[in-house]
């Protein structure tokens, strides 16, 4: 199984480098979300700085369901079948295709926190605790839209069902990402913030392995 | 009489609202090639579906290679069957090389055989060409490359014949001839009888979800 996870995860970012995707739609579009507020509200007042952080994580949420999305939709029923049938378990599929989505999630939220950073100029301390809050919430993200397009693409509504799905879902990981920054604006500590995330995160890898072949037979 | 490859009894499929199959009884033996006709919406994609055990029925029983449908001892005969479907079953961004090199990595087989593959299918000169830049016939002829990389003994083919040129038509005729002489079986789902007919041993016709005819 860890052999065909590497092997799909493999050719997934290939074939999404080459789609460019995330690269070369998804990336700007989210920075142009965040440059709006700006625009609209005035470069040099505190409310950025207030707001920054909220608006890096909504951004992440939203354009990071359209990435997760498109890493489910990318595996058709065509593809899905032959996998099936060239012996590929299905809780293989869903960790190379969380894995590949987290990946590409982390491209994205880097991106645009330097763009927050630049823009927002949020007064953070403890800078380096974003190297970890960052990825666990990005895999988070990355296995709840995973998890969200199977169950949307089972009933064959995917496209409208998979957001409504993602969005709540992710509530607690968008609470505990919030909480943590504001923690490090207030120089406080995040520690329990982060280990909540990581308790989402090995719940939501369970329940996305346990659950792959019950949603693929359904 | 031999093990039938597959065999279905009274099988129905039902989806909300509709019921897509009924009261399906057919067996498939070795060395068959059966056509599957029928008009649009007529359940011939849904049956090939069961038939891969892709499909549990709703109601009904079956086995493929003798293990029964909707168990898991599906999982184990799964890597029998090759299923070439409507839309091809390729990663649109990898190349046709890559495509072929992604199944014989799964499969654990080396990466020359899936070279090989595409040459024999006439794709040799075109393996580094990306799937999205490929006609939808060099997409069928990719297909039945993994075909030839996989050697189903249970295969079947959804439309597989529209649309391609006569060299790739005979193409899937000598794949299903290799499979049905090597004792597997072949079932070809086609709404073009004549073209389909001349492929095939014996014709069986579904029509609102209902087998009703069958032809020798």
Known sequence: ???HIRILLRAHLRDERRAGEVTRVIIPFGIVALLVIPM?????????????????????????????QRQSAALGESRRDVLTLLGVDPAARFAAA?????????????????????LYDPSLTGLGWLALLIPLACAGLAMVGTIAGSVA?????????????????????????????????AGAGILRWILLLAVVDVVLAMAGVLTARPLEDS | MPSPIASLESVAVRRPGALVLRDISFRLDPGEAVGLFGANGSGKTTLLRVLATL????????????????????????????????????????????????????????RAAADRALADVGLGGAA???????????????????????APRLLLLDEAHVGLDPDAARLVAHTIETVTTAGGAVVLV?????????????????SGGTLTAVAS
Do not use: Y
């Not at chain 1, 609209?40 to 997760?68: E, K, N, R, S």
């Not at chain 2, 580094?128 to 996989?150: D, Q, W, Y």
């Open chain 1, 1 to 3: 199984m860890i052999r």
């Open chain 1, 40 to 68: 609209a509200v005035g470069i040099a007042t505190p409310l950025l700085d207030q707001i920054g952080p909220g608006m890096f994580w909504a951004v992440l949420v939203l354009f990071g369901t359209i990435v997760t």
């Open chain 1, 98 to 118: 969380a894995l590949s989505a987290t990946i590409l999630l982390v491209g994205f939220a880097v991106a645009i926190a330097a763009v927050t950073i630049l």
């Open chain 1, 153 to 185: 693409g089972g009933v064959g509504t995917r496209s409208s069902l998979a957001p409504l799905l993602v969005v709540p879902i992710s509530v607690p990981i968008l609470l505990a990402a919030a909480q943590a920054t504001e923690g490090l604006r």
């Open chain 2, 55 to 110: 499909l549990r029925p709703s109601s009904g029983s079956g086995t493929v290679f003798g293990a029964r449908l909707g168990t898991a001892a599906v999982e184990t005969v799964r890597p029998r069957i090759g299923l070439v479907a409507h839309e091809p079953a390729l990663a649109p961004h990898l190349s046709l090389a890559e495509n072929l090199q992604l199944v014989a990595d799964l499969i654990g087989v080396e």
């Open chain 2, 128 to 150: 580094p060409r990306l799937v999205v830049h490929c006609s939808n016939g060099m997409k069928r002829r990719a297909e039945f490359a993994r075909i030839l990389l996989t």
């Open chain 2, 190 to 206: 086609s709404h073009e009888r004549e073209r389909a007919g001349m492929m095939i041993q014996r014709a069986v016709e579904l």
